[in-house]
């Protein structure tokens, strides 16, 4: 720990409960009036901190370098007492919507605690959107408060004329000391302060145990097949046994002669919440390893000198840590759980090289991130190596805490559904039920209700099935494109290139990449008189547009014409086929 977070640190132990005061180890939860059974308690997944910090308080917890290029290691006590500090500042002011809008950082981790205990929503966006969308999205769920990093407070000029009353809380992510501390310090004190004035109550004064389990914990929003983003609802119950089910389908719970997991924070804690990953890591005491950015030596050298034992990330993450100059094969296994686009074989192959063990998981914005696991079957052992990492490559089933992965036929009307055949060859529409299906979309019944069809949760991802009982992706029904994580809307892309002043029409389908996993392509055609180039277009789209940069098309092709059915609709099946090469005879 550094001598200046030291002095903060004492500082806020000054505002601790004292020690006649109850804590967590000991306390008696009060059931709700309808919660009157003994065997049963409200699940939240807020109450993994005060837990590990209760068994164990001098446990590493946090492990990160600021902002300023300093060394933090926090305990799980800190953790606790800054989390809880937070907390009450809420409670103080009454903030119910709480946004977040920064990279993976303490802050990031003690806010989202906060928030949970204090029976507030948190609201944590990409902070890669334009501007426009993180104003939409903080509007559209009426948060009252945001957390933002201060690298990025540019991005809410927009929403703070439009909003002039939200209230803005900066963390500087530093290891200042109390006359030094941003807003967020500022905030954690204060709360503690606050805390102290009401009795010292610690933990036993806040909603540590969901007061309704089924009620809102996060609006996890995401751009889905629309221009406009939809909050998909987390629940508190939903959000506890998604990370259950981490924990044990990632392999987190390693404890062994007091060795905890070493989580290092490569996906985005804005992506579905971190797919719940900042409580499972809590909830077995783990060391999370913040990273305000993906850097690919420095994730090299926290591999080797840290012993990292776990993280996640995208194909094309893997892709770029393996092709890194640092990169060399690791004395002891690291766990990867791998997702957000279908990985190949030969990623798998060279990731095992290295001792990255893949954990393929697949999952969507709406099932709190991973809820299906390829599991490798002992049988696989005595296959060649092709066919081993070809299985290692699908998608698998079902996690524990969900229920088992199906895939429905498509052409029957909405609402009614039928399997498809197990023989690995009929293509229909993968669909989830069970605990961790998120509820529906803030403020969108229509869009829930096309969500929840027939009573199952539509991925709209087209798979096959096989007699084994797993499934593997093959097409995106909804046309969604996932580049290095990201998820691109084509119908939202196209319309943004329609404003090329000398486009006709457009259309977006996804091509492969090696770097990304996937990109877009445009096919184009021109209106009269006018002459563009593909080239063109993409100057266009990076300098001139309001398209976000990961957006950008990769390839822009003009065309004549673009296939169409008869009334009209793209036929982006043959769109997919000429980018692929296929025969041009439509």
């Not at 334009?130 to 929403?159: C, M, N, R, T, W």
């Amino acid at each position: 720990m550094s001598s200046a977070f030291g002095r903060l640190s004492k500082l806020l132990n000054h505002f601790a409960p004292s020690s006649s005061s109850p804590t967590v180890s000991d306390l008696s939860y009060p059931f709700t009036e309808c919660n009157h059974h003994h065997n049963f308690h409200t699940l939240s997944p807020t109450y993994f901190l005060p837990r590990a910090a209760a068994i164990e308080p001098e446990g590493q917890a946090i492990y990160h370098v600021t902002a300023n290029n300093q060394i933090l290691r926090r305990t799980y006590g800190d953790f606790a007492d800054r989390a809880r500090g937070f907390a009450y500042y809420l409670v103080k002011h009454g903030y119910k919507r709480v946004g977040i809008l920064a990279p993976n950082t303490p802050a990031f981790l003690e806010a989202l605690f906060g928030i949970g205990a204090a029976g507030s929503v948190n609201i944590a966006i990409n902070y890669r959107l334009k501007p426009e969308d993180i104003s939409y999205i903080f509007q559209h769920s009426e948060a009252d408060a945001i957390l933002v990093d201060a690298e990025f407070v540019h991005l809410l000029d927009g929403f703070r004329k439009e909003k002039p009353n939200v209230h803005i809380i900066i963390d500087t992510d530093t290891d200042a000391t109390d006359a030094q501390a941003g807003d967020f310090d500022r905030a954690v004190i204060e709360g503690l302060k606050h805390d102290q004035q009401m009795g010292n109550e610690g933990w036993d004064g806040l909603k540590v145990q969901a007061e309704d389990e089924d009620g809102t914990i996060s609006l996890a929003y995401t751009s889905g097949t629309t221009a406009k983003p939809k909050g998909v609802e987390y629940t508190h119950r939903g959000a506890y046994l998604a990370a259950l089910a981490n924990v044990i389908e990632s392999g987190l719970n390693i404890e062994a002669n007091g060795e905890r997991a070493k989580y290092l924070w490569t996906l985005p804690m804005f992506h579905a919440n971190g797919w719940t990953f900042p409580w499972s890591i809590t909830s077995v005491r783990g060391i999370h390893y913040c990273l305000r950015k993906i850097d690919y030596p420095e994730i090299w050298r926290l591999l080797k000198t840290e012993g990292i034992t776990h993280f996640n990330g995208a194909p094309t993450v893997n892709t770029l840590l393996c092709a890194d100059k640092n990169a060399e094969k690791l004395s002891k296994p690291v766990r990867v759980t791998v997702a957000a686009s279908p990985p190949t074989a030969h990623l798998f192959r060279t990731m095992m090289g290295f001792n990255l063990h893949p954990v393929h998981v697949y999952g969507l914005t709406e099932t709190y991130g991973p809820i299906t696991k390829c599991y490798f079957k002992g049988s696989w052992l005595e296959i060649d190596d092709d066919e081993k990492f070809e299985r290692m490559a699908r998608q698998g089933h079902g996690f524990i805490t969900s229920q088992a992965v199906r895939v429905i036929k498509t052409d029957l009307p909405e609402g009614e559904l039928m399997d498809v055949q197990k023989d690995g060859k009929e293509i229909g529409e993968i669909v989830f039920t069970g605990n961790i299906c998120a509820r529906g979309y803030y403020r969108d019944p229509e869009a829930t209700r096309k969500l929840w069809a027939g009573g199952v949760n539509h991925s709209g991802d087209l798979a096959v099935w096989y007699p084994s009982g797993e499934i593997k992706i093959l097409d995106r029904a909804k046309d969604i494109i996932i580049s290095g994580g990201e998820n691109i809307s084509s119908v939202a892309l196209e319309s943004m290139l329609a404003t090329h002043p000398d486009v006709l029409e457009v259309a977006v389908v996804a091509i492969q990449d090696e770097k990304w996993g996937e990109c877009p392509k445009a096919f184009i055609t021109v209106k009269d008189s006018k002459q563009l180039s593909g080239a063109d277009v993409i100057e266009w789209a990076k300098h001139r547009s309001t398209i976000s940069r990961y957006m950008v098309p990769k390839e822009v092709e003009i065309v004549d014409e673009l296939p169409k059915t008869s009334t009209g609709k793209l036929r982006k099946n043959v769109l997919r086929e000429w980018a692929k090469g296929g025969k041009r005879d439509q």
